[in-house]
């Protein structure tokens, strides 16, 4: 068995581990990023970026890559997939970029091919052990000897479960399935362009939802439906053909026409987060930390945030520029900001009406969002906008994101900003 000595292991190359990469070269830290599957899947969960994420992006000049990756701008953002405008928020970045995930973990693992870091692919974590000065990992034909260990490993984390981390939350009822489907012809009444939130998703019988998003090519779009009331037995049953024609002939009538199913996936409603983020010189990261329905286009975003904030920590106190306690703030900031999420996502789903009741609430709910502060409330949610930690400060500032603000001299950069010139 080869063995090998690194700063910082990073168990899988999603988009969390890629953005963690990337923070960790930026800073000079020495880092193997890990990664089980060959190749990437090029299977796009997720399509967009919230603003908070945009934002992020910038400060490390790349946005410009996902953005001359993306295939469109959306003005607003959904609660319950009910529009809501990021106007009131002074950013910069008030929409959501439209973008594949396997386009944002190429933009990323571009970069930090640049930054000299390659993904060691074909290598699954199988095994780690941890005593005071370092970790142990076994992966493969590799051991590899490291300070730290982050576990960026999804939903299934095998470094979470090797820590025994409990991972408890709402075990939800129903299911969804996404499929990016070709059409032969435009279906009849499918948008064509993805410009809004605003009648991108349907509601049939209770429970029941169908939505329609088009993507980069022609006649390509992203379904998503699924029940909020009943799943199948087996959760990892693959997706039938005959299951998405069904959901597409609900929507569009038998007029419309299946060209390709060109990938197809099932998730559930469930909300896990992790009791703990850190346990001595391991971490969990993104979905190995927090997993949930995908209301409001949240995940990814959350889990490059969380990069973003440890990646710094991490290699400040690698640098010895930082005590070992700053690395105990990064579970006190980001688990909370997970927990908020779980929380609007669980709101959302109650907003998914199944009862008439329920629909009588929903209707006076979406009432309520045209008061702009309710707009303001519910986009800073699902944005990433409203971020606050919570310090020991008592200024009203203290712990909230620093808003865009434009100097009028800009001094040097705190690193490369070279493709969008801004910080
Ligand atoms: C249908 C659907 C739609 C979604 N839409 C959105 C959306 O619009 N917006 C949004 O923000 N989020 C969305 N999400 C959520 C988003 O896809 C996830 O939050 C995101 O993938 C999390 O990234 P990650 O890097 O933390 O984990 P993952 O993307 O799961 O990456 C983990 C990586 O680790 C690798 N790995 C696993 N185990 C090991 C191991 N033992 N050793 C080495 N490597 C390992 C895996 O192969 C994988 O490459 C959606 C999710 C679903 C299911």
Redesign the pocket.
Known sequence: MAELTTEVVI????????MLANELALAGVDTSV????HERTGLS????L?PRTAEVLDLRGLLGRAQDRSFATVADGHFAVIPVSYAGWNTRHPYQLGIP?AEVEAALEERLAEQGVKVRRG????SVTQNATGVTVE?GDLLIRAKYLVG????????RKALKMPFEGIEGQGH?V?ADVLFARTPPGAPTQWRSMADMVTSGSPGKFIGVIPLAEPNLYRI?FGDRLNRPRNLRAEVTPDEVAKAVTERFGPEAKIAEIRWA?R?SDDSRLAQNYRVGRIFL????AH?HF?AG???????IQDAMNLGWKLAATLHNQAPTTLLDTYEQERRPVAKQVLDNIAAQNALIPTTPNQLALRALFRDLTEIPEVQHHLSGLISGLNIKYETQDPHPAAGTRLPDIKTPKATQAPYSTKETGSY
């Open positions: 168990a899988g190359a999603g988009p969390t581990g890629l890990l990664e089980r599957m969960k997720a399509l967009n919230q995930q290598h699954e974590l199988t992966a960026c490993d999804g939903g299934r984390s095998t470094v969804g996404a998503t996936s998730f990261a993104g979905d190995a997993t995908p286009g949240q995940g990814l975003n959350m889990g």
